[in-house]
């Protein structure tokens, strides 16, 4: 039995009877969109119908430029079903903004790469005070 028209509207004149046992199941959906990754604030952010993949990543403050380069974003449906960007998004989806740039590649790797300079560094100096060298 679909329960939209008497849940939405004031359509009730396919009204069936309900009996003694019969169990009601009440669709639920939870109108909201998450933004994840790359961008200023990632989050849940409420759903508004006939939008754009575009304008979430906007309400998410937008892509961080720093940690995006445009590319690779993806959107999933609840079902976790690819959505082509282009086209509107439903509730529920998911849009995931990854982080791609050198910058943020370099910044992953730049502290151990800094901590072994040093230690080396470091190490290469008590040899040459020392006479070592």
Do not use: H, W
């Not at 639920?28 to 304008?55: H, M, N, T």
């Not at 082509?84 to 982080?99: A, D, G, R, W």
């Amino acid at each position: 039995m679909d329960l939209r028209p008497f849940l939405y509207s004031n359509d009730f004149s396919k009204d069936m009877a309900l009996e003694n046992g019969d169990t009601i199941i009440i669709p639920f959906r939870q109108y909201f969109i998450l933004v994840s990754g790359a961008v200023k604030a990632p989050g849940r952010y409420p759903y508004v119908p006939d939008r754009r993949v575009e304008y979430y990543i906007n309400l998410a403050g937008g892509r961080d430029d720093l940690l995006n380069n445009g590319r690779g974003i993806t959107a999933f449906d609840m079902n976790n079903k690819s959505l082509p960007l282009s086209e509107y998004i439903p509730p529920e989806s998911m849009i995931s903004v990854p982080t791609n740039t050198l910058l943020a590649r370099f910044n992953q790797f730049g502290p151990i790469v800094t901590s072994i300079l040093s230690i080396v560094s470091a190490t290469l100096s008590i040899l040459a005070i020392t006479g070592v060298f």
